[in-house]
């Protein structure tokens, strides 16, 4: 065998290399390198670095072309999704101080909690058996606003953190959220659904006066209230998506409506202005690819009005994943809400400097609606806070089993008062106390039992596919069960359906239209509904399974798909071929799988023997069902 040459043994350990970084499993020898083989090694590696953070920068950047001024960019450290609800010991070192309200849905229901910033302390501020959420804190700290559900009506509520007394602001029939303080505490803007439309209105803090600002057809909602108190950024949806508007009080433009962000390929929402007024944080996205941008505004230009100002003069930059964003009392910093499979958190990020970043808390649960403001609460209004916090709250349902040493060690339970499509109601003992709770939910809230009449529920492990369908189904388990396509195929449809993209996945929001609609049930819409009937108009909303509808639909709608959340039954995504073969849409389609995998599901319920006949045999590690 012929000597290979020093250059021929550099190529043969830099090839092996490479194979080791890709394959290491097929280099049986251990790769030895020069020092001058280390340092390509070391050149390689950071030449991956900077490629893929390059890469990651400009998918960032794609989608609308944003005028972008450095160097306000900030990157939003990812959370571990292991660690527990607890916040942490250390205070943000920016800030200066103040608490931040936010909202967590746990149970069932929506209740608003805060944390001190000096001390980390997390209190309870309601506890209310019907929802309270969209906390704004008041100028000098000593009164929290905010929506509840109390009282079977949405209203606006004043709660006085150190007294405790609750005073109750609007008694509109129909809906009212959303709350913004006035900066000099005299006034509140809400958003309210009066006479069919969603719209921002105005009133004294004490309830009174209250007057209508906005009066377009489309919705309008979620006002802000600028520091200097001359425009109220709001979001609307008159153009056919999301943007994010203001509504001036001064000059000759008073009472004109200006769209800020003008995108009509992008949806904004969630608008908080910067302390000093002059840049406004907002939510761009929806789901899985929300960010956080941030758009300065300019009013010293002379010569033109102080609208044409704004649009003239706005610029935009990104400044990190999350949605939801609140500024900090010095303007140094924001916190925002990311969100990462059932677990939510709220990150804290310095407007300066990349990865100073840090977890203010998190938890198991869905959490939104945080606004930081600059008064910490009160020795005084946590002790009370602590006193009210009920000691002892009943769980949402509980399931009742009677497992048996037989195989298998649970049953399939017959649901006589349900109607099926095909075959009898039949789910897991191990979940049927959930569905039953979720259906008096839902009866409660909607006025109509949508769960009453199913599509699938129960799949026998002998029945015949259609075309296209999965043999390893949640439905054979009795996991599974389908909404009744009926109520959505409607001339005058009592379902609607937002689509949501999540990374490359489509999810359906299922929305479930009440009896009632005189503000008792529900909650107006606020987007438009996905139309999947325009497939037939054909063209382009053939191609793309559908269209956003040309305008939101009245009336009042329970999200349904939160609702199952609540008792463990999670929607799942569309199929590839959503957008031309129905079956793949599953809108309708709910399972809770309380984490097993489908053979583990099946084997509560049959044997090993009965299993193994239909799908062969049993893989030693799990598998989960496509």
């Not at 905010?146 to 006085?160: C, E, K, M, T, V």
């Not at 029945?463 to 949640?474: D, K, M």
Request: hydrophobic share 35%; charged share 25%.
């Amino acid at each position: 065998m012929s000597e290979e040459s020093p250059r021929d043994q550099r190529g043969g350990r830099l090839r092996r290399l490479r194979l080791w970084l890709t394959h290491p499993e097929r280099v049986q020898q251990p790769v030895t390198l020069s020092p001058r083989g280390l340092q390509l090694l070391a050149l390689l590696v950071l030449g991956n670095v900077v490629v893929l953070t390059l890469l990651g920068w400009a998918l960032y950047r794609t989608g609308e072309a944003l005028t972008t001024r450095p160097p306000v960019v900030t990157v939003v450290v990812t959370p571990t999704p292991g660690e527990r609800v607890a916040p942490g010991l250390t205070p943000i070192s920016f800030g200066q101080g103040g608490a931040i309200a936010f909202v967590l849905r746990r149970n069932g229901n929506a209740d608003i909690y805060a944390i001190n910033q000096t001390t980390r302390e997390v209190v309870r501020l309601t506890s209310d058996p019907a929802e309270d959420r969209d906390p704004t804190w008041s100028p000098d700290g000593k009164m929290l606003a905010f929506a509840s559900h109390r009282g079977r009506n949405w209203d606006i509520y004043l709660l006085d953190l150190e007294g405790g007394a609750l005073i109750r602001l609007t008694r509109a029939p129909g809906f009212d959220g959303g709350p913004t303080w006035s900066p000099d505490g005299s006034r509140i803007a809400f958003e309210a659904y009066r006479d069919g439309n969603l719209d921002i209105y105005v009133m004294d803090a004490d309830g009174r006066n209250v007057r209508r600002l906005t009066t377009d057809p489309a919705p309008d909602y979620d006002p802000a209230w600028s520091p200097d108190g001359s425009a109220i950024a709001f979001v609307s949806y008159r153009e056919g998506n999301q943007d994010i508007f203001l509504y001036t009080f001064e000059g000759e433009e008073a009472g004109r409506e200006v769209n800020v962000t003008n995108s009509p390929n992008a949806d904004e929402s969630d608008p908080s202005w910067s302390p000093d007024g002059n840049t406004l944080a907002y939510t761009i996205g929806r789901a899985g690819y929300a960010t956080v941008r941030l758009s300065r505004l300019s009013w010293q230009t002379e010569g033109i009005t102080q609208t044409e100002r704004v649009l003239h003069l706005a610029s935009t930059d990104l400044f990190g994943s999350g949605s939801s964003p609140t500024w900090s009392p010095d303007g140094e910093g924001l916190v925002t809400v990311y969100r990462r499979e059932d677990r939510s958190y709220l990150i804290a990020s310095s407007l300066y400097g990349w990865g100073l970043s840090q977890e203010v808390y998190s938890a198991e649960a869905w959490i939104g609606d945080p606004v930081w403001g600059a008064v910490p609460l009160s020795p005084r209004a946590i002790a009370r806070a602590r006193a009210a916090e009920p000691e002892n709250e009943p769980p949402l349902y509980t399931e009742f089993v009677q497992p048996s040493d037989s195989d298998p060690p649970y049953r399939l339970v017959y649901l006589p008062d349900v109607d099926g499509a095909d075959e009898p109601v039949r789910l897991s003992e191990r979940v049927d106390d959930s569905f039953k709770a979720l259906r008096q939910r839902v009866l409660e809230e909607t006025g109509r039992d949508y769960l009453g009449t199913l599509g699938e529920v129960w799949r026998p492990l002998d029945r015949a596919l259609q075309p296209g369908r999965t043999a390893r189904s949640w439905h054979v388990c009795g996991r599974a069960f389908d909404l009744n396509q009926g109520f959505y195929d409607r001339d005058a449809p009592l379902v609607y359906l937002v689509r949501e993209d999540v990374g490359n996945e489509t999810y359906w929001r299922v929305f479930l239209r009440t009896v009632e609609q005189d503000g008792s049930m529900g909650e107006p819409l606020r987007v438009a509904p996905w139309d999947l009937k325009a497939r037939a108009e054909g063209g382009l909303s053939a191609v793309q399974g559908g269209r956003p509808m040309e305008e939101v639909p009245s009336g009042y709608y329970v999200d349904f798909t939160t609702l199952a959340a609540d008792y463990g039954w999670e929607r799942v995504p569309a199929l590839y071929r959503w957008r031309y073969y129905w079956p793949d849409i599953r809108w309708w389609h709910f399972q809770k799988t309380d984490g097993l995998t489908w053979w583990e599901c099946m084997l509560e319920v049959y044997s090993r023997e009965e299993v193994e006949a239909v799908f062969g045999p049993i893989p030693e590690e799990g598998e989960t069902a496509p």
